[in-house]
């Protein structure tokens, strides 16, 4: 699996195809799984806001990125605005280098999203810290690191519907 970006033409990104991955992104994090288990899981909704962030900024912004926080949020039955924030400033610091982003391959997109990853972990932290909470652990921002892996698989996944066959 080459990491450059695809050459061919793409076909245009449905408004349900994004609607879609969300919808399948909410249902991932729903799923109950053995306790310890999600310790090394990625936040796929994060994941994804920043592949529609960085691939379709027109359609997906900081204010989509604010209410699938809010989703986030009460799914997993979380304090209140923390993802709200945390995917919101992630949002607006990949859009802020959208254009820089989409000409990178995807090792070096990877290592972006890393980084975006590690910075939406920390103002979760900082968030239940002010208000109480105890120091997760370190453990807690091994995640990120999953989800940088994961990064081209998606962004391969995420391409299969839009490619031209016809050539």
């Known amino acids: 699996m080459s990491l450059d970006r695809p050459k061919e033409l793409l076909k245009p990104v449905k408004r349900r195809f994004i609607f879609l991955t969300f919808v399948i992104a909410v249902l991932i994090e729903l799923v109950p799984l053995p306790h310890g288990s999600t310790r090394w899981l990625p936040d796929f909704i994060g994941l ?18 604010f209410l699938m926080g809010i989703v986030a949020d009460v799914s997993t039955a979380g304090l209140f605005g923390q993802h709200a924030l945390a995917y919101s400033i992630t949002a607006f610091l990949a859009l802020s280098r959208q254009r820089q982003l989409v000409m990178f ?14 910075t939406n972990q920390f103002i979760m932290v900082v968030v239940r810290m002010l208000t109480g909470s105890a120091f997760v652990g370190w453990s ?10 994961l990064w081209p698989l998606l962004t391969k996944l995420m391409l299969i519907p839009y490619r031209n066959h016809s050539a």
């Open 140 to 149: 807690y921002f091994l995640p990120p690191l999953i989800g940088a892996l």
């Open 105 to 118: 391959n995807l090792g070096q997109q990877a290592l972006v999203v890393l980084g975006l990853m590690l």
């Open 48 to 65: 994804l806001i920043l592949y529609w962030v960085i691939n379709q900024p027109r359609r997906v912004n900081i204010g989509v990125a």
